[in-house]
């Protein structure tokens, strides 16, 4: 069985980085949820960062306290100001200097420097003669 070139090892690690990289990134936004309440505190919505309505709640005799367009009106106030936090939150989560990963020039450069400078290189054409 032949070797692989150290090259093609290398971008076989800079692929399996680049994977963990967005799969912590998802991890970090799908924890992101506002739940900011209405003007009459009466609704909460829930919204995630990608400013999806998930959950509503809506305390005891609420929609008796309002009108159809009062509480629509409660509603959809709640459900923006819930989505600019939402917002807010992953611009925070997303631009903060301590999360940002090493980058990946100098992850190769380690493992380059890794590689043993002795080492045979895999033929992959015909054998000399």
């Known amino acids: 069985m032949r070797e692989i070139h150290p090259e093609v090892q290398l971008v076989f690690r800079a692929q399996r980085e680049l994977q963990h990289r967005i799969a912590e990134v998802r991890e ?3 924890g992101i949820v506002a739940r900011r309440p209405s003007p009459s505190g009466l609704v909460i919505p829930e919204v995630d960062c990608l ?3 998930t959950d509503l709640y809506l305390a005891p005799g609420t929609c008796a306290r309002f009108d159809n367009q009062g509480l629509a009106a409660d509603i ?6 819930s989505t600019a936090d939402a917002k807010r939150q992953f611009d925070i989560a997303m631009n903060d200097p301590a999360n940002l ?3 990946l020039e100098e992850l ?3 493992w380059r420097a ?4 002795d080492q045979q290189l895999p033929n992959s054409g015909k054998a000399e003669q």
């Open 114 to 117: 890794e590689t043993r400078p």
């Open 101 to 103: 990963p090493r980058p």
């Open 51 to 53: 400013g999806r309505l």
């Open 108 to 110: 190769v450069q380690e």
């Open 76 to 81: 959809m106030a709640a459900i923006i100001e």
């Open 28 to 30: 970090r936004a799908d």
